[in-house]
């Protein structure tokens, strides 16, 4: 079957797998925990694999290390969907009752998406995450790795496959895309996929969100900026701004350009020399920075790069305002913060900023799914419309509204013979 | 200015809309209803002058309807503005608020999306109504008028613009358009236009869809079915069917095809082709059906038709299972009623069936943000992300997450120093 028959049969089979129980779900979430722990042996034989090859075409270091699965990535998986089995079932949970009349209620409930393509990178632990977070809302999945991890995630696959079947889910709940090829044969699913979640590279989920009439939910860039205001606590300030480039650079909630109020410049730029120099960050800023402190000068470019290495744009600004002008004129709409003790401030830039996350006196580095508390996330979104910030399942679900009746028909209130009351139940 | 440099001025403005204060938004709308109100002479004179010129245009009866202003529509219009100022202000309502650890909180927080752009057709309520929604709820809008009502829309435009700056709303909160080459510019702004809400027919809502960046919040098709169980009452189908097809027989909500139960028809169909006949409406139907009750064969193709028109494909049935297959394969995910006294059936019937409006015993013509109690809407999605259904107020917004910390790093959680304790609060 090609990838558009196989997501039509799963676009008309996804109803089923909405409505399969919350014990059913959990239990072939527990099954897969099972069928990871009774088949060690074979997954880490099929990585060794994908590392051989990976060795041989000279994959790079970064890249190794993702793929290299661990005993301790497997046991961090497996408590991640233990954790998702303890956490409530959200599928057809009433958002309102509403009695438009006597005699005829409206229900807003929430339902599952349906189907849904995930293109993610060439990590096994994000093929078994999810897959889970997928299984637990109720929706249909197109599952593509990264052809790196072929080896391991045809085995983590076929084992979360059986474990889904065994559970009873429907037979078309899952399906694993192979081949590179079949990308682009995703792409053009739109009358059956309803949601892709790219993940990956800035330029490949671009390439994606330009190729497709499937909704995206994702981010390309991930450009996050620290401002730090003129009533700032040189105390947080410096292990924030060092955690948030040092802690995971290459991530998308790194920070990239610092805008410093000029009247916190002086305070707070010798301190942070000194700690960009103990953890060997370049610098390049504002003409009156760069001559003070001996960096070279940032072009107005430098203020639109997500560098994803050490390396950090820097600004002095004027106000408050000009910070916020500056964020959302150059950032991504990702994670941003002010680092202030003034509490007006900080609400003016939480308000003003137009980005998913808008921190105070904290690292950008917390723009995750687990560290917000929602066990895990598909991915972090840029969007405005539907899911924002990290995806976790509710993010995966939709509504309907279900109107009960006994025989109303609309001319009656076109004509006057009958009004509307609406009471909220 | 161009479009786009307008639209780009526009997002910079957006959070400074966002933040107005509910008690403006409010004024702004009071004084809307004060300018309609004062300005009636204006107004009408304006829209006689659309009328005149799309006389010389030969323009079809139906749009000529639309393109009336009456008095009775000014009063309508100004009813509904009233009703908006009433409904509580949603914006920067807080959605939950999680302690993720000591002194560092997480709050998702509802705000406005920021600029929309509304293409909406030759209807001058649907200006004011549109314009409205966006103010309540702290939104910019660019707004494109249907050509035939230029002269009413820029009166309309121009009283409506005039309110809002009066009670102190940004100078970029509003602009219209004016040129229907305007539209392809506002479809190539993804940089600075948030969501497109385009209304009219099903071929231009597909042209928006298929020649933008920008998310699409809407329909093109709107397929209604309503399937007659064997459990049915005869005396709710009827009215019901009627009124479906016959209320506003050009309405997206309007019924298109019927499927009844194998064990339905012999006592839905004679009664229901006395109904017919007495309201001209014509059917073609699956075979068993035509040969029966004298009608025109139905092909495939019949299926996937919207009429908009006194025309309805009928098509027996064997189980409620098929006709829900049937329903997900050739409908719109628009609006879709069982006839049943069966509770259960009706149940399986609500959950698998995949559209936004899924109904018991009543018209079709029921989805309507109106009717819901949404005071009013900007359009009807068929989309599953974001909005579903009938848009008010509430898909008219997005969330952010707001994080409050006092220096709290990433590493410290990483390394196991510290751990979340996630508590909502």
């Known amino acids: 079957m090609t990838i558009k028959e196989q997501a039509a049969a799963m676009k008309l089979d996804s109803p089923l797998m909405a409505v399969t129980s919350a014990q059913s779900r959990n239990q072939a979430l527990t099954n897969v925990v099972k069928q990871l722990n009774e088949n060690q042996a074979q997954i880490f034989a099929a990585n060794e694999q994908d590392l051989a090859e990976a060795q041989t075409n000279h994959i790079p270091e970064a890249v190794m290390k ?4 661990t ?27 509403r009695e438009l009349d006597k005699g005829l209620t409206l229900v807003k409930e929430t339902c599952p998406i349906g189907v ?19 299984i637990k809302s109720g929706n249909c999945a197109i599952l593509k ?20 079947i065994e559970s009873g889910l429907p037979k078309n709940c899952l399906f694993q895309a192979q081949l590179r090829d079949e990308i682009s044969e995703l792409l053009a699913c739109h009358a059956s996929v309803d949601l892709l979640i790219p993940r990956g590279s800035n330029a490949f989920v671009q390439y994606i969100m330009d190729n497709t009439k499937i909704p995206v939910m994702g981010h390309a860039d991930g450009l996050c900026h620290i401002y730090v205001d003129k009533e700032f606590d040189l105390e947080k300030a410096i292990p924030i701004i060092i955690d948030a480039k040092t802690q995971y650079t290459a991530a998308c909630n790194a920070v990239e350009t610092l805008l410093v109020h000029k009247d916190a410049a002086d305070k707070l730029m010798p301190k942070l020399m000194e700690a960009f ?23 107005d470019e430098d203020f639109a790069t997500e560098y994803l290495d050490l390396m950090l744009s820097a600004k002095t600004v004027e106000t408050v305002e000009e910070a916020v002008y500056h964020i959302n004129q150059y950032g991504s709409h990702h994670t941003d ?3 202030t003790e003034n509490k007006e401030t900080a ?29 895990a996330e598909v991915g972090i979104s840029t969007g405005k419309i539907h899911a924002r910030g990290p995806v976790g399942l509710e ?5 309907k509204y279900k109107l009960y009746g006994n025989g109303q028909i609309v001319d009656d209130y076109a004509t006057g013979k009958k009004t509307f009351h609406f009471r909220d139940l």
Do not use: W
Request: charged share 20%; net charge neutral; hydrophobic share 40%.
């Open 66 to 69: 993702r793929l290299k699965f």
């Open 71 to 97: 005993q301790q990535k497997l046991q961090a998986v497996i408590e991640g969907i233990e954790k998702l089995v303890e956490l409530p079932d959200k599928v057809f949970e009433k958002q309102f009752v």
């Open 116 to 134: 849904i393509g995930v293109i993610f990178e060439a990590r096994p632990d994000a093929m078994v995450q999810i897959a889970s977070l997928c």
């Open 145 to 164: 790795g990264g052809s790196e991890t072929k080896h391991t995630n045809k085995v983590l696959f076929s084992l979360i496959y059986q474990a889904a």
């Open 277 to 299: 120099e103990e953890y060997q960050i370049s610098l390049c800023a504002s003409r009156d920075l760069a001559e003070q402190y001996h960096c070279s000068v940032a072009k």
């Open 337 to 339: 913060c002010i680092i």
């Open 347 to 375: 609400e003016y830039f939480m308000r003003m900023v137009d980005s998913a996350g808008v921190y105070q006196n904290c690292s950008t580095r917390f723009a995750d799914g687990f560290r917000y508390g929602f066990g």
């Open 395 to 399: 993010g995966l679900l939709t509504y």
